[in-house]
């Protein structure tokens, strides 16, 4: 017999690492049980493994071999043969996977140490494989995608949020356009109003200026005046305590005193009617004066509307550049999202693709157990056809034993007369070596005596 091939995968360094490996996936082992395994052990630690792997136990194989069952008479003289037929084929595409490819139903049903351990070193080491590739593949492109999508629903709720926000203040913006345009116009219209008023409130300065110094001329000409007048006064007094002069003196004095009189009574008049015109002014100049305190009182209350719009503006400006700095946000955070949209994609590729292999693995899985059960079908089929040909050749055999026995009666019965046949010709031989016997020794006797040569 030739030795087996050496196998494709490293063995198990001792069976405590088997046994160890069984326990994780809660099927107990125990070196003893590898050492010396039975059929019963064997096939329930390699149906753990195959509902480990494949999600597949016995129960279904049981399943699918009841369904070939049905169609079958006489079910109960092939159902275990079929279970474990079942069992066999659907364990040896796990194995065919994991490499090993001389899996017989010996191996279930008369297992050896060598055997076991070797199946199940396979196992572990495509069990190994298969957790490698999934958590260096597959778990990390999960977690990566899990990570995607909470990230993408935080962009998402972020984005909203911003959205919110900007609508709100486009929102508030429009509802303020009225009142700024309103508030521009106002502005405009104060500050030529303003400027109107400055100009009106220089006029009257320079007017209550000009105003102030003529009332100043006329004081200082009304003080004038009036120590004009005193001393006028003081004259008609000191005249009339001149009374005793010369009548034609006084007369003189009197004429021109008159004279005097008439032209300072023509001035006083002509001051008093100053001074009314002087005193209409000044109280025009009051009346300025407090209008001019009303223009700078508006001015203030203007001033402080103008502090106050441009403090909207202001403010108006930073919601301006807050709301182009949001943008620009918007946009990175755009650019983001759509980088990670992306990858998520990239990934819903990678995992629809790993499905799609999966899918395909699982339906080439299934095509196989179905052509395995099409097959074994047939060898169901084919077996009740060797099983008729054999009731067949077992009748066509009872006919040649009978024959058998017949031509064995009648060769005894030959070979009886052969062997009389073969006494009666031993006996004759018997007697015709004793009678060359005989001959012999009478020669040797006449050659052992001498030869007379003169005879």
């Known amino acids: 017999m030739p030795p087996a091939p050496a196998p494709?995968?490293?063995?198990?360094?001792?069976?405590?690492?088997?046994?160890?490996?069984?326990?994780?996936?809660?099927?107990?082992?125990?070196?003893?049980?590898?050492?010396?395994?039975?059929?019963?052990?064997?096939?329930?630690?390699?149906?753990?493994?195959?509902?480990?792997?494949?999600?597949?136990?016995?129960?279904?194989?049981?399943?699918?071999?009841?369904?070939?069952?049905?169609?079958?008479?006489?079910?109960?003289?092939?159902?275990?043969?079929l279970y474990i037929g079942v069992f066999y084929h659907t364990f040896s595409q796990l194995l065919a996977l994991a490499q090993i490819h001389d899996f017989t139903v010996s191996d279930l049903t008369a297992p050896t140490y060598q055997r076991f351990y070797h199946v199940l070193s396979g196992l572990l080491n495509f069990y190994d494989f298969e957790m490698e590739q999934r958590s260096e593949t597959l778990l990390p492109l999960i977690e990566e995608n899990a990570a995607l999508m909470e990230r993408e629903e935080a962009l998402m709720q972020e984005i909203q949020d911003k959205k919110d926000m900007i609508a709100q203040e486009?929102?508030?913006?429009?509802?303020?356009?009225?009142?700024?345009?309103?508030?521009?116009?106002?502005?405009?219209?104060?500050?030529?109003?303003?400027?109107?008023?400055?100009?009106?409130?220089k006029e009257l300065a320079d007017r209550n200026t000009e105003m102030k110094a003529k009332l100043k001329e006329l004081q200082?000409?009304?003080?004038?005046?009036?120590?004009?007048?005193?001393?006028?006064?003081?004259?008609?007094?000191?005249?009339?305590?001149?009374?005793?002069?010369?009548?034609?003196?006084?007369?003189?004095?009197?004429?021109?005193?008159?004279?005097?009189?008439?032209?300072?009574?023509?001035?006083?008049k002509l001051i008093e009617a100053k001074e009314r015109q002087m005193q209409g002014k000044i109280a025009s100049l009051v009346r300025y004066e407090g209008e001019l305190a009303t223009c700078i009182k508006l001015l203030e209350e203007w001033d402080i509307d103008v502090a106050k719009l441009a403090e909207g503006t202001s403010r108006h400006q930073r919601h301006l550049e807050k709301h182009e700095a949001l943008l620009a946000e918007q946009q990175d955070f755009e650019n983001q999202i759509n980088l990670l949209d992306r990858r998520i994609q990239n990934v819903r590729e990678e995992i629809?693709?790993?499905?799609?292999?999966?899918e395909r693995k699982r339906s080439a899985g299934k095509q196989r157990k179905k052509s395995l059960e099409e097959q074994h079908a047939g060898l169901l089929e084919k077996k009740r056809g060797l099983e008729m040909r054999a009731a067949e050749k077992?009748?066509?055999?009872?006919?040649?034993?009978?024959?058998?026995?017949?031509?064995?009666?009648?060769?005894?019965?030959?070979?009886?007369?052969?062997?009389?046949?073969?006494?009666?010709?031993?006996?004759?031989?018997?007697?015709?070596s004793l009678k060359i016997n005989k001959a012999l020794d009478s020669i040797n006797t006449l050659n052992a005596q001498p030869i007379d040569l003169g005879a």
């Open 220 to 268: 200082a000409e009304n003080a004038q005046t009036t120590l004009e007048a005193r001393n006028r006064e003081l004259e008609i007094n000191r005249y009339k305590s001149q009374l005793v002069q010369s009548p034609e003196r006084i007369k003189s004095d009197l004429g021109t005193m008159a004279e005097h009189l008439a032209r300072d009574t023509e001035e006083l």
């Open 8 to 81: 494709s995968f490293p063995l198990a360094e001792s069976p405590e690492l088997i046994v160890e490996a069984c326990s994780e996936i809660n099927c107990p082992l125990t070196v003893h049980e590898i050492q010396h395994p039975t059929p019963a052990k064997v096939q329930a630690v390699y149906e753990a493994w195959m509902l480990k792997i494949l999600d597949i136990n016995l129960e279904d194989c049981i399943k699918a071999a009841k369904d070939q069952l049905d169609h079958m008479d006489h079910y109960e003289i092939h159902q275990e043969a």
């Open 394 to 432: 077992n009748r066509e055999a009872g006919e040649v034993e009978a024959q058998i026995r017949a031509i064995h009666a009648a060769t005894h019965a030959e070979l009886d007369r052969g062997e009389t046949a073969f006494k009666k010709i031993k006996d004759q031989v018997e007697v015709y």
């Open 352 to 358: 629809a693709r790993f499905d799609e292999k999966t």
């Open 170 to 201: 486009k929102e508030k913006r429009r509802k303020n356009e009225p009142r700024l345009a309103e508030y521009r116009e106002k502005e405009k219209a104060g500050n030529i109003e303003c400027v109107k008023m400055m100009e009106t409130a």
